[in-house]
């Protein structure tokens, strides 16, 4: 009985060792570009409703702050998604990384073969948008890390302002809070453009 229990054991050993023998998936970018337009499509649906809402919350402070809530969360979502340890942060820099080796490569072959020269220059040109999206998600990760500082400050005023009966001042404050939404929201929809421009950016042949 023993014989086909040590089969099975050194089967076993033999998949696992083959598993982790199996190369990395490569980044991608149109995977990175999805994850992106995600966060972006998310963005824009949470702020369809906003001026319809802060409208509604007129009369009431409960709503008020909901419509406060739920523009944090939105914030925060946006903010998450692009932090150093996300995953759309991740891919990108495998992405630069492996662009700059591609282009590396593709020069050194140049030295013997003319021909690939222009196929460097395409791997730079698409390094060259790569860092410009990196440099505009990382931007952004900051101007939302502001945008939720604010929103948690200004939460305390506005909801003084419906205590008070001033509802024109409270629903002044969370317009105010939507209009540097609709700026974030502009800014993630350059980031898709961006990140759209890194994905087509053509390979000569």
Same mark, same amino acid.
């Given at each position: 009985m023993k014989k086909p229990t040590l089969l099975l054991a050194g089967f076993f050993s033999l998949m696992v060792g083959v598993a982790f023998a199996q190369p990395a998936a490569q980044p991608d970018m149109a995977n990175l570009f999805q994850k992106v337009n995600e966060v972006a499509q998310q963005l824009q649906a949470n702020l369809g409703d906003l001026e319809a809402d802060i409208q509604a919350s007129r009369d009431?402070?409960?709503k008020g702050g909901e419509v406060l %809530?739920?523009? /944090? #969360?939105s914030v925060t979502k946006v903010n998450e998604s692009m932090a150093e340890e996300s995953e759309i942060w991740q891919e990108l %820099?495998? /992405? /630069?990384?492996l662009w700059e080796q591609r282009r =590396?490569?593709? /020069?050194k072959k140049s030295e013997a073969n003319p021909a690939f020269l222009p196929v460097a220059q395409s791997w =730079? #040109?698409?390094l060259d948008t790569g860092r410009e999206l990196r440099n505009q998600i990382s931007t952004e990760r900051a101007n939302s890390v502001a945008l939720m500082r604010s929103i948690e400050s200004d939460r305390d005023i506005v909801l003084a302002y419906y205590e008070l009966g001033q509802a024109d001042k409270a629903i002044e404050g969370l317009k105010k809070v939507g209009a540097n939404l609709t700026n974030l929201n502009a800014n993630m929809q350059a980031i898709v453009k961006? #990140?759209?421009e890194a994905q087509q950016t053509p390979i000569s042949q």
């Open positions: 009431s402070i409960e %809530d739920e523009m /944090l #969360a %820099d495998a /992405l /630069l990384a =590396q490569e593709t /020069l =730079q #040109a698409k961006t #990140a759209n």
